[in-house]
């Protein structure tokens, strides 16, 4: 699989090696491959490079009218010919990613079962729970490292899709290998389809998933558990990632499963390393040390949370105590801001609640629920961050005030898809006079600023998880540590291109994800070194590691078995 390979040997020939999405190279099977393997005939003649295959395939992509579209066609790709789908990808990220991951992914999601042609990665249904060691046995999977898993409650900020939030995982891993360098058929995405609430896949009669209710409680317990000790038999150093799982399972199966294989929980841990990271570029920017900073997250969900607990421990890195980070957090959901004694707060809450007293001389329009308006008032945050899936939810006179208090607010909308964003950059711009520091989660046109193209920063997970994927597995880590999320969301901030020039953006651009992916990786495998969690390896092989798992997409030459 490494780069390293030469040749590749392959028993299957003719039609057979046509349909295998990993072996297949189309047009561009050369003349003695299709001698050896029974291809004349079966492919046009003439043989192609593989730029000529990318150029057919961009050509044929910006032909459509619509991104779901495009989408379809990528989808499509990848079943037939996976490294043309890379290779075209890889060249292409700022024009693609858009395509095959946030937003259109999500409308991939909601048409999931109109678009459903052909098997991809595994449905794992609660009738079939007992099969679940025979259905990970089938060859195809030896090769499988990395496991992007979602139950599909939560997708994006979409709610419930079902079995068609197996969207997702094959989007994340797309990434994995398109910027993290994961050779694909080391990856696979699983649905666990436990039923849907969503009455709209209930009622349609072409819906693919298991048609029955969402199974909850311990039922829903004893599947997960099924199916993480089934994986763990198959694949004991497997990295596993848990992906857009609601509020109320996300948090407790990550702390339940963190200490018995390599996991890890991106909408908690890739988005707080991401939040953070972005916020110590912003730094730069606003000359507002971390330790002075109070940060507003509207959202105190799993994902609003994992930021708050991640941008809390980088200030306790700082110098602050764990009380004087803690009083600079304000946790605002749909009950008001989060405070001591409220009822119903989930475990993973309460680390986050503000004391009763620290609000006492606010001034409030609403004292029985203290909303965002109020929240940006008294407490005037520094930054405000969104994770609510709430539209528009960052109206005016909240934006306003961010501007009223702060000289640069940092604001970051980060629901996604762009539909979910809670502003858009340009109300934003315009609301505080071109001061705020912006970072929202999906893809926005760029701003206009004195007279050129402003590219939005993009504050999506998609800068961290390709790389952690890549270091934790690099070096065989038995476990992922928030220490390594810190050294992702550290290494993110070192590579900001506003480190040098404060008009810059925050982020590096989306088209050098690979290059953001290799800093992380390198981050998190010396993190994963330095807590021992990778014993096997040295600290000088760490590089050469690195190096070796990253796959480029270009053609092998096949032998036949
Ligand atoms: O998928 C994305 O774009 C980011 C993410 O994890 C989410 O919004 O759940
Ligand atoms: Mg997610």
């Not at 043989?47 to 992509?61: F, G, H, K």
Request: one cysteine or more.
């Amino acid at each position: 699989m490494s780069e390293a390979t030469a040749s590749m040997a392959t028993a299957l020939s003719g039609y057979e090696l046509l349909a295998d999405p990993q072996l297949n190279k189309g047009t561009a099977f050369s003349e003695d491959e299709r001698d050896a393997f029974h291809l004349h005939g079966l492919l046009p003649p003439h043989v192609s490079t593989l730029d000529e295959q990318i150029s057919r395939a961009l050509q044929s992509l910006r032909q459509f009218e619509t991104d779901i579209e495009r989408y379809a066609f990528l989808r499509e790709l990848q079943d037939i010919n996976e490294t043309l789908l890379y290779a075209t990808l890889v060249g292409n990220l700022e024009e693609l990613l858009p395509i095959v991951y946030t937003p259109t992914v999500g409308a991939g999601c909601q048409q999931f079962s109109r678009l459903y042609h052909k098997p991809r990665g595994l449905f794992l249904s609660i009738p079939h729970r007992s099969r679940l060691d025979q259905i990970f046995a089938q060859p195809r999977f030896d090769a499988v490292e990395a496991i992007v898993v979602t139950d599909g409650e939560r997708i994006l900020g979409l709610g419930d899709q079902g079995a068609g939030g197996m969207g997702i995982p094959i989007g994340k891993l797309a990434l994995y290998s398109g910027c993290g360098g994961l050779h694909p058929a080391t990856t696979l995405p699983i649905l666990l389809d436990v039923g849907t609430d969503n009455a709209d896949c209930l009622a349609d009669p072409l819906y693919v998933g298991w048609r029955h209710e969402r199974v909850r409680g311990q039922a829903y317990d004893d599947f997960i558990e099924a199916f993480v000790s089934a994986v763990i038999r198959r694949w004991p150093q497997v990295l596993l990632q848990w992906e857009d799982f609601a509020k109320n399972n996300a948090t407790r199966l990550l702390e339940r499963y963190r200490d018995r294989l390599c996991t890890f929980n991106d909408d908690v841990q890739g988005t707080a390393a991401v939040a953070t990271g972005t916020l110590l570029a912003a730094i730069n920017v606003t000359g507002v040390p971390l330790t002075e900073q109070r940060v507003a997250v509207f959202g105190a969900g799993s994902a609003g949370c994992g930021i708050a607990g991640l941008i809390r421990a980088a200030m306790c890195d700082a110098g602050l105590s764990e009380s004087e980070a803690a009083q600079r957090f304000f946790m605002v959901d749909r009950d008001g801001l989060l405070i001591d004694g409220m009822p119903d707060l989930a475990p993973f809450q309460t680390p986050f609640v503000q004391s009763r007293r620290a609000i006492e001389g606010w001034t409030l329009d609403h004292p029985d629920q203290i909303g965002l308006l109020d929240v940006v008032r008294n407490a005037r945050p520094t930054v405000l961050i969104g994770v609510s899936g709430q539209a528009g939810a960052f109206g005016e006179p909240v934006v306003r005030a961010m501007a009223a208090c702060n000289e640069r607010p940092v604001i970051f909308p980060l629901s996604n898809p762009t539909s979910r964003a809670e502003a858009t950059p340009a109300d934003i711009e315009a609301w505080t006079d071109k001061r705020a520091l912006v970072g929202v989660g999906s893809p926005f046109p760029p701003l206009l600023r004195d007279g050129t193209r402003f590219k939005v920063d993009q504050t999506n997970n998609s800068y961290i998880f390709p790389g952690v994927g890549l270091g934790a597995l690099a070096v065989g880590a038995s476990r992922v540590t928030d220490g390594m999320f810190m050294a992702a969301a550290k290494a993110l901030a070192e590579a900001s291109p506003a480190r040098l020039n404060p008009k810059h953006n925050l982020l590096p651009p989306v088209s050098a994800l690979r290059e953001v992916a290799a800093k992380v990786a390198l981050a998190v495998a010396m993190q994963a070194h330095r807590e021992g969690a990778a014993p096997d390896v040295a600290v000088d092989q760490i590089q050469q590691r690195l190096r070796a798992k990253v796959w480029t997409p270009r053609y092998v030459p096949l032998a036949a078995k």
